[in-house]
C-alpha cells in the first residue's frame, strides 16, 4: 500500500511561484506513473500535469508553459513546480499514482490528501 503526502501549498499573490512536493511511502514508488490533479470550489477534479516512469510529461493546456512537473525517484518524490500564478489555478492540489488506463483520467489507485494553493490577485 502506497502513501502519498503532499506539501507545499500556500498563499502567494498572482504571478508568484510555489513548488508543490509529493512524498511516496509504504510501497513500490519506481513502477507507477504519476499525476497532479486539482480541485476548485464548485468544481470537478481537473487533471493538471503527468509524469511517468519513464519521466514524459504530459500538461492541461491551462498550465503549459508555467508548471513543470519532475521526481525524484531516488528520494520517492515528486514536485510540481507551478510559476506565473494566477488567480484561476487556487484549488487543492492532489498527487495521485498509478494510473488505471489514461494518464490523464482520475482513475488512479493512490490519491494523497491533498494541499490548497491559493493565489490572489
Known amino acids: 500500500q502506497v502513501q502519498l503526502v503532499e506539501s507545499g501549498g500556500g498563499l502567494v499573490q498572482a504571478g508568484d511561484s510555489l513548488r508543490l512536493s509529493c512524498a511516496a511511502s509504504?510501497?513500490?514508488?519506481?513502477?507507477?506513473?504519476m499525476g497532479w490533479f486539482r480541485r476548485a470550489p464548485g468544481m470537478e477534479r481537473e487533471f493538471v500535469a503527468a509524469i511517468t516512469w519513464s519521466r514524459s510529461t504530459y500538461y492541461a493546456e491551462s498550465v503549459k508553459g508555467r508548471f513543470t512537473i519532475s521526481r525524484d525517484n531516488a528520494k520517492n518524490t515528486m514536485y510540481l513546480q507551478m510559476n506565473s500564478l494566477k488567480p484561476e489555478d487556487a484549488a487543492v492540489y492532489y498527487c495521485a499514482a498509478d494510473p488505471s488506463g489514461s494518464v490523464f483520467r482520475d482513475r488512479y489507485r493512490y490519491w494523497g490528501q491533498g494541499t490548497q494553493v491559493t493565489v490572489s490577485s
Open positions: 509504504g510501497g513500490t514508488f519506481k513502477p507507477y506513473d
